[in-house]
Nanobody
């Protein structure tokens, strides 16, 4: 089992920045990948960014060049640095972990943190 606690959401004006954090606890040695997803009002949840255990990153086209995902392996924490925020970035942001072994992978989610970007 992996437990995730997110922090760092809030209200920011367009063009501003925020940094989200997600601290993992429990069976952190089994973590394969960290990710951030978001769900905007009236829309489906979408992938924002992922970072593998080896440090490889992947971003949604809509956030490339503006968001940066990083991880502190010693602290079992993943970050999402968000810059040049736009009202369209308003959503609940969820931390996600894929964890397991060679034979299985489990999916874990944080409780979500609200990000609101005002125009």
């Amino acid at each position: 089992q992996v437990q995730l606690v997110e922090s760092g959401g809030g209200l920011v004006q367009a063009g501003g920045s925020l940094r989200l954090s997600c601290a993992a606890s429990g069976s952190t040695g089994s973590i394969k990948r960290f990710g951030w997803y978001r769900r905007a009002p009236g829309k489906q949840r979408e992938l924002v960014a992922t970072i593998s255990s080896g440090g490889s990153t992947n971003y949604a086209d809509s956030v490339k060049g503006r968001f940066t995902i990083s991880r502190d392996n010693a602290a079992n924490t993943v970050y999402l640095q968000m810059s040049s925020l736009e009202p369209e970035d308003t959503a609940v942001y969820y931390c996600n972990v894929l964890a397991g072994s060679l034979w299985y992978t489990n999916d874990y989610w944080g409780q979500g943190t609200q990000v609101t970007v005002s125009s």
